[in-house]
Structures are given as C-alpha cells and as structure tokens.
C-alpha cells in the first residue's frame, strides 16, 4: 500500500511497504532553500521516531537532483535549520539513507548525496562542487565526507577547480556506488529494495577513514600562494580539506568557520553577481518573444574574425557558408577554421569525428550570390563605412525575403548600414571578441528601425552558440569599445605623465586583469588603434589632451605589436621583456611636451584607471546605450578579461560608492577638467545616496 504524506510544500514522503521515498521537488533547480532543509530534516526526524521504514530513498523530481544550495539567500540573515546541520541529521539517521541523483548534482546538492549512506547515479549525472566560483567554498560537509570516499587529491582538483565530473568517473572514484539508467523513482524503489534484500551495502561516509596525504595539500597549498594570493577561498578549502582528518564534529567545524568567513569577502559578492548577472542579461523582454528559424548562416570575410565565427558556428552544429572575394583569402579563411577546430580537439570540446562533420557544413564561396538561401548573414570584412555599405547594398538584392542581414562592425553606425537596405527591419549588429570561437561576449546592437523578432533571434543565436548575448544601442563603440576608448586613455596620460607602460601593465595585472592594457594592445596589434586614431582625427575635439603620440611613433616604426616581434614588448624566447627603445620614445615625448614625469603608486593607477572606466560606463547607462549596470559588467567579464571576482566595473563602483567616486573625479579634474568630468546620474546617485544595484533592480 502506498501512503503519501506532504512534510511540506517541497517536500513528500511516500512510503511502500519497508521503504520510505523521500521526494524533493523545488522547481527550477531543486535548490536547498529554507524550506527545503526544514522538509528534509523534518522528514528524517519522522522516519526515524516511527521506525516503521527499514530503508529510506532520497530523490528529486524535475530536470536536475539539487543544484545546491539557495544563492539567493546568501547575503541576507541565515534561516534555520543550516545546511550541515540537516546533513547531520541524515548521516547520523538510524534508518538507513540512499539518495538517487540525476541531472547535476552541485555544491550542497552533492554533499547531499554524501552524507547519506550509499549514492546512485542515473545516466548522465555529473557532480561538482562550484563553490569556488562563487568565492565560496563547500560548506556543507563536502571538504569532510569527499575525501573519505575518495580521497584528499580528488577532493583539492574537484573544490578547486569547481569542475562538473561525469557520473563513469564518479562511479570510478568510488563517489557513487551504482550507475544506471533509469528513471530517478525507478532507481530508488530498486536501490532501496537492494538494501532490503543485502544486495547493496550501506554505511555512514563518517565512518571511513581519511587516507593521510600531507605532500598533496601541501603542494597545493604552495601552488596557491604562488598563483591566487589575490583569492580568499581557494586557500580556506585547502585548510578545511586538511581538517578531514579530524573527528566528524571537529572537521565540520573548520568547514563551517571557512564558509562564513569567505561569506563576507566582496570576493564572493562579485562572484554571485556574475552568476546572476551572466542570467539577467538575456531576461529582458527584448530576448523574448517570437525568433526566425536560423539553419544556415553566412560569414563575410575569411580573416581572423570571419573565420572565428563561423568556427563558432560549427561548433554549435550549424552548417555555414564562408564568402570570400579572393580564392587565396578564402583559402586561408577554410585553412584558418580548420586550425581553430583542431584546437579544439587537442583542448578535449571535440573528438576529431566531431571535428570532421564540423568541416563537412563548412561551404567555401566565391561571390556574394551564394548567400541567396540563408536565414542569416554576418558581415566581418575590413571596418570601413563604404566596404561595408558596398555590401549590405547587394545583400539587400541577393538575399532571401527575412533573412537577416549583421554586421560584426565594432564601432560604426548600424544605422547607416541599414540606410543601404530596403528592409532596416532585419539588419543589426552582432558584434563578436576576438577570438571569436573562445570569447563568449556577443553584444547585440539594435538599430533604429530593428525589428524585435530579430533582436530576439540575436539572443536565440548567442544562447545556440554559448555566448552572453547582450543587448546594445547604436553609439561609437557600443557598450564595450566606446568605454575602453575612453579609460584607455589614461593608461597613455599615466604613461606620459611618469609611469612606465610595464608598471602600468603589472599594476592593473596585480588589480586581477587577465594582462595589463599595454600587453593587450600588443596582442590585439598596436595598427588597430593607429588606424582608429586616424579615422577620429578630423573629427578630435582639440580641447582633449592628446594620447596617442607614444603609441603612433611606437607604430610608424612598424613595431605593431606581437605579431611584428615587438611593441611595447619585445617577444622571442620566453617572456617578453620592456622594450627599450619605447622608453626613448616615452622619454622624447616627455621632453617635447615639456612634462616633467612624476612618480606614481601602483594604487593610484588602478585607482586612475578604474574611475575613467566608471565614468564612461555611467554615461553609457545614463543615455541608454546599456539597458542596466548589469548589462555593462557582462560585457567586462565576458568580452574584457575584467576580474570576475570584482563583479564588472559597475559592480566595483558600488564598492567604493559614488560619493568618493565623485570626489576623485573632481580632484582629478583640477589637472584636466575636459577629460574628467563627472556624470550627471553620479552625481545624483552621490546626492542621493544610491547604488548601481539600486539600478539594477529598477529602482
Ligand atoms: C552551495 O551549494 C554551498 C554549499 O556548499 C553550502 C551551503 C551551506 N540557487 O543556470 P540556469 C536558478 S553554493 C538559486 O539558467 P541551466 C538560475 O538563476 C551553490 N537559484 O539553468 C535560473 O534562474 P532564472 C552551488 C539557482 O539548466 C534557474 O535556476 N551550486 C541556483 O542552464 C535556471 O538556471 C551551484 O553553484 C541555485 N543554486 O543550468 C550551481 N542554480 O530562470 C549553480 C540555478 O530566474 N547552478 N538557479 O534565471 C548552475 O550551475 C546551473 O544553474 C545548473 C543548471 C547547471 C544547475
């Protein structure tokens, strides 16, 4: 007979004959909110005082077993019961504990799993413990229990790496006990039936031993401190992970004070504002709504840009005509893509049969009039008006009725590109990062007339290709490249002003960018914003102090960057070193100009570069070129190497508040007040005392 009992509004209990399902079911990812953890322990509670059920089943309903805990309870007053507590109370159940999980099982999901006395994967289960990119740490008995199934060196690679480990490997460590395939109530009528005949073991994970393994959390340890100094929790979960050897009670203590201490860093706060933030930039109703169908899509253009899209394409299975002008151009496009592919498959996203069907949709053409059959066409060709106008002209003529018709422009007007056409309706941006198969920015640029079908399907296709889509209005330099032409400019004054590029480079590096702007600029080639320097000359206000006289000598002598063996570097063998002959350019302008250089603190250089990087973002909201602060911190995180442990520039502001922003700003001012001038909606905020959160929330 069965007997359905509802502990509460998550969580049942179903009992049949001996055996007690306990059902979790917390739509949309089974995340262990308050209520959650009240119907568990609750429900054990129960069971136990009864001690009519000899085995109890433990299984979640839905797409996913529990993703973990609520992170949208972090950050506000803990509700009891805590996490680890409950968990407690199911390892210590007198009855014994089986969970069955499927989907992924993350975080506080996964300890869950753990603590109970056996685990059954269904097919397809992966487990992680992402804690750690979200500046946390497991905190519910995973540093404790884990290394007690599996020992201490898989425990530090899984909370380390927050890596999704797949349910054969799991089997294989000894982190699940069964895999198979089945449906997750079938699974836990079937384990549990097992217990009850002897077929399948149980025990309390408490029980076991840790296996003893100082030189691995010693190494690791080291590693850190040589690598993520900067970072709070990697180095709390190498402490807890060598608490495990301690009794249960003592161990979990450790954790618990390791947990709440990472809690409160603004480390952790950054984290959790990307993760919803990476959510939040597709849930406008702009990214709703009807799409168009895209099976097939046209690149424009075999260069670097051109090629890495339509290698994203195919690597999200979509079959993709490239258009060339040239056989060699398009030579090199096809000899590109396939290069780019079989990167992927030494990086492991692919196998190399994979790698073959990719290649297989690739169609390689000569002329625009092969593009007549697809839904949608990207133009990735020299950034010139009149190219590029040339060519939205004879799609216009050439393609399908509906198809929609981007551009991959990073600066120029969308508008005007659409002026070329007779549909305006369907053509937009969609501007990628280089390399635009590994970088996951898309911005999405809605022009005048766009319709909304087909910003829609802009967020369709970002979704299918991996990317953060993020809406955009037409600007010079959209969200992205009109901010960083702004703040790039004070790395330049800094320069002529007394730092040296390298200090510039390691101060910004030691802030957590990925490479500092001087480095960035030799990667990308230092020609880029020679020429973008000249196209703007005419139009340069002649207030502006001027930033680019080292950067265009640097150039004239051809020293381009990486790719030319030097630029503010020189590159060959091993690291690449200063170069000198930049600092006599540095020197000679500096004498020309009449500056007597001044020395700088590697604080007040983040501290320069940071506010010219908020000031251009807050104007960037204010006249709505982005939608939200959000949207500009996504576009940092996704598209600009911005640290991902500060949130996005917007973010960061809130940590200093727009108070001392507008301080600094008109401190600053009193050497140059054309380039720093405080945005009117700072100013309000200071007034007013609010947040680019309050913003974010509508407020
Ligand atoms: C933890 O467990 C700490 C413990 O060790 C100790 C505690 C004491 N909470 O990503 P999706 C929402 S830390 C609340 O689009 P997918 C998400 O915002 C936690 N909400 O789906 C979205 O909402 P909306 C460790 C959550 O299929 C919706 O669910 N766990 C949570 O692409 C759908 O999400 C993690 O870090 C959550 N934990 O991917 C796992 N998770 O629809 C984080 C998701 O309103 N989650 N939401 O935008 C994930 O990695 C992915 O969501 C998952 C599904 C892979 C599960």
Redo the contacts with the bound molecule.
């Keep these: 007979m069965t007997d359905v009992t509802q502990v509460n509004e998550k969580i049942s209990i179903e009992t049949q004959g001996d055996i007690a399902l306990i059902i979790i079911d917390n739509p ?2 089974n ?1 262990t909110g308050q209520v959650v953890r009240q119907g568990l322990q609750d429900a054990i509670t129960k069971l136990n005082d009864e001690g009519t059920a000899k085995v109890i089943a433990i299984y979640a309903e839905g ?2 077993f529990v ?6 309870e972090f950050g506000k007053p803990p509700q009891p019961p ?3 507590d409950v968990y407690n109370v199911i390892e210590d159940s007198e009855i014994p504990v089986i969970s069955v999980m499927h989907g ?1 099982a ?4 996964f ?1 869950l799993g753990l603590a109970t006395h056996a685990r059954i994967g269904i097919k397809g289960l992966r487990v992680g413990l ?2 750690i ?2 500046g ?1 740490l ?3 008995g ?1 540093t404790q229990r884990l290394p007690r199934l599996a020992g201490i060196p898989f425990t530090l690679d899984m909370a380390l790496s927050g890596r999704q480990v797949k349910a054969e490997e799991a089997l294989e460590k000894g982190v699940i006990d069964r895999l198979v395939d089945a449906t997750p109530r079938e699974a836990a009528l079937q384990a549990a039936q097992d217990v009850l005949d002897g077929k399948l073991a149980t025990r309390r994970t408490c029980d076991v031993d840790v296996e003893a393994d100082d030189k691995a959390l010693e190494d690791t340890a080291a590693m850190l401190k040589a690598k993520q100094a900067h970072l709070y929790s990697p180095h709390k979960i190498v402490e807890a992970v060598a608490a495990s050897a301690l009794p249960r009670t003592e161990g979990l203590k450790i954790e618990r004070q390791a ?1 709440v201490d990472s809690m409160q860093t603004p480390q952790r706060a950054g984290l959790i504002h990307a ?2 933030g990476e ?1 939040a930039v597709s ?1 406008i109703p702009e990214a709703k709504g009807d799409t168009r169908e895209i099976a097939k899509i046209g690149v424009i253009g075999g260069g670097t840009m051109g090629s890495g899209i339509a290698t994203s394409c195919l690597l999200a299975g979509i079959p993709v005509r490239l258009v060339e002008v040239a056989q060699d151009g398009l030579d090199r496009g096809v000899a590109t893509i396939t290069k780019n592919l079989e990167g992927a498959v030494s990086r492991g996203k692919m196998s190399a049969d994979q790698k073959d069907t990719a290649l297989k949709m690739l169609e390689p053409s000569l002329g625009l009039d092969v593009l007549s059959d697809v839904d949608l066409v990207i133009e990735a060709v020299f950034e010139q008006m009149d190219v590029k106008k040339d060519i939205f002209g004879k799609l216009n003529t050439v393609c399908k009725p509906g198809a929609i018709l981007a551009s991959n422009t990073s600066y120029l007007d969308v508008n005007e590109i659409a002026a070329c056409t007779d549909r305006p309706q369907d053509v937009l941006g969609l501007h990628f990062f280089s390399p635009a198969h590994v970088m996951r920015l898309l911005e999405i640029v809605q022009g005048a007339k766009t319709a909304p079908d087909v910003i829609a399907t802009g967020f369709a296709l970002a979704k299918k290709l991996k990317k953060v889509g993020v809406l955009a209005q037409v600007c010079d330099g959209f969200i992205g490249n009109r901010i960083l032409a702004h703040y790039s400019k004070t790395a330049s004054y800094l320069v002529l002003d007394g730092a040296s590029p390298q200090q510039v480079d390691d101060a910004l590096e030691g802030f957590g960018f990925a490479m500092g702007p001087h480095k960035v600029g030799d990667l990308a080639g230092l020609d880029i914003g020679w020429m973008t320097r000249k196209r703007k000359a005419a139009t340069r206000d002649p207030n502006e102090r001027y930033a680019g006289d080292v950067a265009d000598k640097i150039c004239e002598n051809g020293w381009f960057g990486r790719k030319a063996g030097q630029g503010y570097y020189i590159y060959g063998q091993g690291a690449p070193v200063p170069n000198p002959e930049v600092a006599k350019i540095i020197d000679d302008v500096r004498a020309e100009k009449g500056i007597t250089p001044r020395a700088f603190s590697d604080e007040e250089i983040v501290e320069r570069y940071m506010t010219a990087m908020i000031v251009e973002a807050t104007r960037v909201v204010e006249d709505g070129t982005a939608k939200r602060p959000v949207d500009v911190d996504m576009v940092f995180l996704f598209g600009y190497g911005f640290p991902r442990f500060r949130g996005g520039p917007l973010h960061y502001a809130d940590t200093i508040g727009a108070k001392d922003l507008v301080a600094r700003i008109t401190e600053y001012a009193k050497e140059d007040a054309n380039y720093w001038q405080v945005p009117p909606l700072l100013q309000k905020m200071a007034d007013e005392g609010t947040t680019f959160a309050d913003l974010n929330k509508g407020a």
């Design positions: 949309p990812v995340a797409r996913t993703a973990g805990a609520d992170i949208t805590a996490l680890p992924t993350l975080g506080g999901g300890e992402p804690e990119l979200l946390l497991p905190g519910a995973g947990f993760f919803f959510r849930g």
